[in-house]
């Protein structure tokens, strides 16, 4: 499986991005997708992820400000960030579980400036 993850950049606090992850295999055919991050000097997280079936859940730091989505025609997973705040600045990593593996995207840096 690979993932190719975009739309990572540099946005003032307050301002917004959408990160997308575009997978080599049918969404359809995958578990649970889903982005992480991680700061510099801290350990990766759940940001948020969604279910084969759309179920989604999300770390409490973003809720209300984040929304995963996709578009499985493109076998493509989204994360709208709104409302960025410098804490969110991090390396974010597409995630995908399939069939009891597990796969990271190579990360895009997410910076937010206060």
């Known amino acids: 499986v690979q993932l190719q993850a975009s739309g990572g950049g540099l946005v003032q606090a307050g301002g917004s991005l959408r990160l997308s992850c575009t997978t080599s295999?049918?969404?359809?055919?995958?578990?649970?997708m889903g982005w992480y991050r991680q700061a510099p000097g801290e350990r990766r997280e759940l940001v948020a992820t969604?279910?084969?079936?759309?179920?989604?859940r999300y770390a409490d730091s973003v809720k209300g400000r984040f929304t995963i989505s996709r578009d499985i025609a493109k076998n493509t997973v989204y994360l709208r960030m709104n409302s960025l705040k410098s804490e969110d600045t991090a390396v974010y990593y597409c995630n995908v579980d399939r069939r009891h593996n597990n796969y990271w995207g190579q990360g895009t840096l997410v910076t937010v400036s206060s």
């Open positions: 295999v049918a969404i359809n055919s995958i578990n649970t």
């Open positions: 969604i279910t084969s079936v759309g179920f989604t």
